[in-house]
């Protein structure tokens, strides 16, 4: 079946510093993957979406990477701030899904001053 | 523009009731989804509506159903609530769905406790 791991549930880093979030995928051949941000309470919000075609992506401080071979993304927040704090999830859809995506368990992000 | 807007924010059904919850899709969007997230399970796909037509249905029993209206306004109903339903349901609208890498974009979500 098809299965979606985010690395770690929990990632803690100092202010200013790189995260980078995994996202590995198996029994799976998406044609989009996606990132979104989720505050505790709220709906997700997009970030960014990469084609399976594509090996990166890029907005502002964020970059996305998107190996088809090793099944993994790979998302990074330089310069990463307080702000940044936040329950962050990778979604994976194919280009018949309709609508359908399908989520990791996402990685809580904590951001140190 | 406005985004998706969930009706209502915030309920409490007793096991057995029955339970409607209303979606208005960003203007222009045709596409409609539903999820349902818990703790323990994450996001799941519910179903997905497009121009009234259900295209996609997750694994979910048939006490879920929704619909799509002309307008795109769309509504899922569970039917003999169990405490097991308790969940925040987001509904997430595109233009034409995850065809072509639309994006998706959410609502804020309803709070269901089933008690």
């Known amino acids: 079946s098809q299965k979606i791991e985010q690395n770690s549930e929990a990632l803690n880093i100092q202010e200013g510093k790189t995260a980078t979030l995994t996202c590995n995928y198996t029994?799976?051949?998406?044609?989009?993957l996606q990132w979104y941000r989720q505050d505790p309470g709220r709906g997700p919000v997009f970030l960014l979406l990469?084609?399976?075609?594509?090996k990166e992506k890029r907005k502002e401080r964020l970059k996305v990477t998107f190996d088809t071979t090793l099944k993994q993304s790979l998302f990074h927040i330089t310069a990463s701030q307080p702000a940044d704090s936040a329950t962050y999830l990778c979604a994976l859809s194919s280009s018949t899904s309709y609508g359908k995506l399908t989520f990791g368990q996402g990685t809580i992000l904590t951001v140190h001053p | 523009k406005a985004g998706v807007t969930q009706t209502p924010r915030y309920l409490i059904k007793t096991r057995g009731q029955q339970v409607t919850l209303s979606c208005s899709p960003i203007?222009?969007?045709?596409?409609v989804s539903w999820y349902q997230q818990t703790p323990g399970q994450g996001l799941q796909f519910l179903f997905e509506?497009?121009?009234?037509?259900?295209?996609n249905k997750g694994n979910f029993p048939g006490r879920f159903s929704g619909r799509q209206f002309s307008n795109s306004r769309s509504e899922m109903n569970v039917s003999t609530l169990e405490l097991g339903d308790s969940a925040l349901y987001l509904c997430?609208?595109?233009?034409?769905?995850?065809?072509?890498?639309?994006?998706?974009?959410f609502g804020e979500g309803s709070w269901l406790t089933v008690v």
């Open positions: 029994n799976y051949s998406p044609a989009y």
């Open positions: 997430a609208s595109s233009l034409e769905g995850s065809l072509l890498g639309n994006t998706i974009y």
């Open positions: 509506y497009f121009s009234e037509t259900q295209r």
């Open positions: 990469i084609r399976e075609n594509e």
């Open positions: 203007s222009g969007h045709r596409s």
